[in-house]
């Protein structure tokens, strides 16, 4: 009949768009419809019957499973669906059975190729990953201690340089206030005379780590060069700068450094200036600067903005 070539045509049309599950049920649905049909003896039938229906579920089980690796197998089953298509006898199911064991068998060869080759690229890809990983960490780290003080943990000159430079340019773009604050411990070189550089050391890596806790996370403090410390204040006005700076001061000065049966202490001095319209970087630095050598003019522990220097 011309049944066998319309439900063909329509399995056809079907093992392009179902998934490969449902194109198996139909491929078995349609044998069975199509066995009954035949004008054979009913045990043969059955046994034939049978056969193909375990061997075409089978076949859809493996499509289920190995749907990424096997696009190709519908195409292969509708042709050999287009060869059963004007014949119904148990011989043509036959050599059908015959053709399906053999796509089977190479659909389990080529499968285990690909498994064998997708195990093989998964085990290279983890490992490139790790790679990746590893490396992305050593550049962070690379990254991270090329602008780090080693002794402090600040950051350092060339790191202050760069954000200096960024904040001012944001600065510039949107009409943000900006302040600088540079401040040195007073008679440092006494210190580490007196006390030795290891107590001199702790000093510094703690005035460092206490004043960078008072600021806020948008701030920055570097070490600027031996016992000298620079602060970036985006966004604060020249008040808000010296309130920030005077209570480091404050701060610097209750410190506690135990030296034998001694307790040291120190003093601090600082300079403050806020960004004015046309001024550079660098003369932002330096009025900074200029403002911290009055400090240290006037008495030193103190904190002198650039408006008192000039």
């Given at each position: 009949?011309?049944?066998?070539?319309?439900?063909?045509e329509?399995?056809?049309?079907?093992?392009?768009?179902?998934?490969?599950?449902?194109?198996?049920?139909?491929?078995?649905?349609?044998?069975?419809?199509?066995?009954?049909?035949?004008?054979?003896?009913?045990?043969?039938?059955?046994?034939?019957?049978?056969?193909?229906?375990?061997?075409?579920?089978?076949?859809?089980?493996?499509?289920?499973?190995?749907?990424?690796?096997?696009?190709?197998?519908?195409?292969?089953?509708?042709?050999?669906?287009?060869?059963?298509?004007?014949?119904?006898?148990?011989?043509?199911?036959?050599?059908?059975?015959?053709?399906?064991?053999?796509?089977?068998?190479?659909?389990?060869?080529?499968t285990?190729?690909?498994?064998?080759?997708?195990?093989?690229?998964?085990?290279?890809?983890?490992?490139?990953?790790?790679?990746?990983?590893?490396?992305?960490?050593?550049?962070?780290?690379?990254?991270t201690e090329?602008?780090?003080?080693?002794?402090?943990?600040?950051?350092?000159?060339?790191?202050?340089?760069?954000?200096?430079?960024?904040?001012?340019?944001?600065?510039?773009?949107?009409?943000?206030?900006?302040?600088?604050?540079?401040?040195?411990?007073?008679?440092?070189?006494?210190?580490?005379?007196?006390?030795?550089h290891?107590?001199?050391?702790?000093?510094?890596?703690?005035?460092?780590?206490?004043?960078g806790?008072?600021?806020?996370?948008?701030?920055?403090?570097?070490?600027?060069?031996?016992?000298?410390?620079?602060?970036?204040?985006?966004?604060?006005?020249?008040?808000?700068?010296?309130?920030?700076?005077?209570?480091?001061?404050?701060?610097?000065?209750?410190?506690?450094?135990?030296?034998?049966?001694?307790?040291?202490?120190?003093?601090?001095?600082?300079?403050?200036?806020?960004?004015?319209?046309?001024?550079?970087?660098?003369?932002?630095?330096?009025?900074?600067?200029?403002?911290?050598?009055?400090?240290?003019?006037?008495?030193?522990?103190?904190?002198?903005?650039?408006?008192?220097?000039?």
């Amino acid at each position: 009949g011309g049944w066998v070539h319309q439900e063909a045509e329509a399995l056809i049309r079907r093992g392009e768009t179902d998934s490969p599950a449902e194109f198996g049920r139909a491929v078995a649905g349609f044998a069975s419809r199509l066995m009954e049909s035949a004008r054979q003896s009913r045990a043969q039938w059955v046994q034939e019957k049978e056969a193909f229906v375990r061997l075409v579920g089978e076949l859809a089980t493996q499509l289920e499973e190995m749907r990424q690796t096997t696009g190709g197998m519908g195409r292969r089953l509708s042709e050999s669906i287009n060869r059963i298509k004007t014949s119904e006898t148990v011989e043509e199911l036959q050599q059908l059975r015959i053709l399906l064991v053999r796509e089977a068998e190479d659909l389990k060869r080529g499968t285990q190729v690909l498994q064998s080759r997708l195990v093989e690229s998964q085990q290279q890809l983890v490992q490139a990953r790790h790679r990746v990983r590893e490396l992305s960490e050593e550049l962070e780290k690379s990254r991270t201690e090329s602008m780090t003080d080693a002794l402090t943990g600040v950051a350092n000159r060339r790191a202050f340089e760069q954000t200096l430079h960024r904040e001012h340019a944001r600065s510039v773009r949107h009409k943000l206030p900006l302040s600088l604050v540079m401040f040195d411990l007073d008679h440092f070189k006494k210190v580490n005379d007196t006390y030795g550089h290891p107590v001199g050391d702790k000093v510094l890596t703690t005035v460092a780590e206490r004043a960078g806790k008072m600021l806020r996370q948008s701030d920055l403090i570097a070490r600027y060069g031996g016992e000298e410390f620079v602060l970036i204040l985006p966004e604060a006005t020249l008040e808000a700068a010296a309130a920030a700076a005077e209570k480091i001061r404050l701060e610097v000065m209750r410190l506690r450094f135990k030296t034998g049966n001694q307790m040291l202490t120190v003093t601090s001095s600082f300079g403050v200036c806020e960004w004015q319209p046309g001024m550079t970087p660098e003369e932002l630095l330096h009025q900074a600067d200029q403002a911290l050598y009055r400090a240290k003019q006037g008495g030193r522990n103190r904190v002198v903005s650039c408006l008192e220097a000039g």
